[in-house]
Structures are given as structure tokens and as C-alpha cells.
């Protein structure tokens, strides 16, 4: 099983829809993030969490949220898709120091 | 965290050593320099990390210059597998990861 579990992999939804992309981890870490890759450029930071009563806003946070559930789990949501939300999301996770642990991704079409 | 700058592409061929370059003139004394690598759109996947001295593990080298304005990662036998977009990154070890700028890293083509 993956360290780093990311639902759903693939979603199409159309403009004004609520979506939500969940994250969990099993490696124990306190510090949790989502990122956003558009074809052909680098990843950039939405929302991070150094633990679970820890929010904060990244480089492109407008037009989404997160709720950190627990130490496990991440979700990231659009409250209202748009089609220039249409990316590919990934999830991560580290500890205080060290490497990033990265989910598959969730592609996400919105139409 | 200080930004970096690498070549947009580069290829070579397979079993040949793959160097992969670097330039990272702002970075401070406390920044860590880290290499990932994703392939095609799957979540990147770390490689290495190294403050001052070269590092080498299963998968790669990192040589690190003495004023550590530039690094080259190296893949010492390129396989086909070893295709893939290289990110270089630089950052300060227990900062969390919220600064890290993911440039668009160097494409890296192994060649039959």
C-alpha cells in the first residue's frame, strides 16, 4: 500500500460544483500539503499544515479550502469549480526535517 | 528558500552517466540542496539531499561545488526508466516544506 493515498485519481465535474480530494498518510508525519501541476510548469503550493490544528495558506490558496481531519488526513476542496481549476493535484507529507513523501495524484477536469 | 536555475532538457543515452546541472548562486549557508525527479505525471519522488559534502545513495550522486553556488546530479548508468522531469531544490532542512519552489525542472530523455 502507498505511503501516501490520494481519492479520488481522476474526476470530471462540471463549473459551480463542490469537489473534494482527500489525502491520508501512513507515514506518522505532522506536516501536510497540496500542490497543484499544470502542464508543463512546476508544482505549486495550495494549502499546508505543520499539525492538526495548524492552517495555512500557500502561494495560490484562493478558491479552495482544507480541513485537516486528523494527523492522517488532508482534504483539499473546491467550493465552487471553475475550468482554470482543472489540474493535477498532489499531496504530501514530511516530517520536521527530511524529503517530501508525494501521493499518485488526482486529476481533476472541470468542464 | 532560494530559487534555482536548470536546463530545460537534456538527453542521454542508455548506460551512459546522466549529469544533470544546477545553479543555485543565493543559496544560504543553512539551505539544503535536494534533488526529485517525477515521472510523467506521477508524484515526485525524492532522490537525494546534501548540505556541503557529496552525498551518493542507491540512486544517485550529488556533487555539490566548495561555495555550493551549483550542484550536478548524477545518474551514473541511465536507463530508459531514469526518464523523467529532474527538479532541484533548495531549502533550509527544518523549515517544513511551505517555501520550496518547484521550478520547471530539466527534462531528462534517456535514449536507446
Known sequence: ?111 | DAKTTQPTSMDCAEGRAANLPCNHSTISGNEYVYWYRQIHSQGPQYIIHGLKNNETNEMASLIITEDRKSSTLILPHATLRDTAVYYCIVRVDNAGANNLFFGTGTRLTVIP
Not at chain 1, 490558496?61 to 493535484?89: C, H
Request: glycine fraction near 8%; proline fraction near 3%; include cysteine.
Open chain 1, 1 to 111: 500500500d502507498a505511503d501516501v493515498t490520494q481519492t479520488p485519481r481522476n474526476r470530471i465535474t462540471k463549473t459551480g460544483k463542490r469537489i473534494m480530494l482527500e489525502c491520508s498518510q501512513t507515514k506518522g508525519h505532522d506536516r501536510m500539503y497540496w500542490y497543484r501541476q499544470d502542464p508543463g510548469l512546476g508544482l505549486r503550493l495550495i494549502y499546508y499544515s505543520f499539525d492538526v490544528k495548524d492552517i495555512n495558506k500557500g502561494e495560490i490558496s484562493d478558491g479552495y479550502s482544507v480541513s485537516r481531519q486528523a494527523q492522517a488526513k488532508f482534504s483539499l476542496s473546491l467550493e465552487s469549480a471553475i475550468p482554470n481549476q482543472t489540474a493535477l493535484y498532489f499531496c504530501a507529507t514530511s516530517a520536521a526535517k527530511g524529503e517530501l513523501f508525494f501521493g499518485e495524484g488526482s486529476r481533476l477536469t472541470v468542464l
